[in-house]
């Protein structure tokens, strides 16, 4: 077994960060660099994300594609939300995000993931490898990106009704699933468009 832990502090009140990652498919827009590719599906979608939403999960870890499905298994406002693998490639797969209010306008954000890789004494070669700095970089990666969206350079709203994001969802479909943050900018700039023409 491996786990990953990397933490972060972000400058802005813990309720919108810990918005922000109630929506798994908004981190895995962060999670992409050289090596490592995410994608997040939400499944099924209990009350505010909370505890027994699932969602699929597919990465691609230099060149190797694995996918797995999750559910959400703990979800404490503001504290903290657990999911883990109910099925896919990974002996174990659980992924945990704490958040911890350092004030007014600071949280700390800890991500980690505890996992045993499949392939059996392959796969622990593997994960010593390539898989476990894969993780760890991509991770850290993942939590800059977040830091600097909402923190302001292009920050995106973090609140959003049920009824809203299933058609931001339907949305992003449409756009061949490009990330969520691009489909808020083509939403708005049609809003504007219209708003525009509507003044003229």
Known sequence: MTVVTKSIDIKIPVDSVFT?????EHVSDQIKNDTVGMTVIPMDIKAGMGVGTTFRIIGDFSGKRLEWDCETTEFIKNEKIVAKQ???PFKRWQITNE?????DNLTRVTMSVDYAMPFGPLGAILDKAKFAKSADKGMETALYNVRGLLEGNGSI?????????KKLIAEKKKMNDVPVSTVL????EKYNEIEAKTQN
Do not use: E, Q
């Not at 709203?157 to 809203?164: G, M, N, S």
């Not at 900018?185 to 708005?188: G, L, N, V, Y």
């Open 99 to 103: 958040f911890k209010s350092l004030g």
């Open 86 to 88: 109910f099925k896919g």
């Open 20 to 24: 922000y990652f109630a929506r798994p």
């Open 185 to 188: 900018t083509a939403i708005i």
């Open 157 to 165: 709203p973090v609140y959003i009704t049920l009824d809203a994001y």
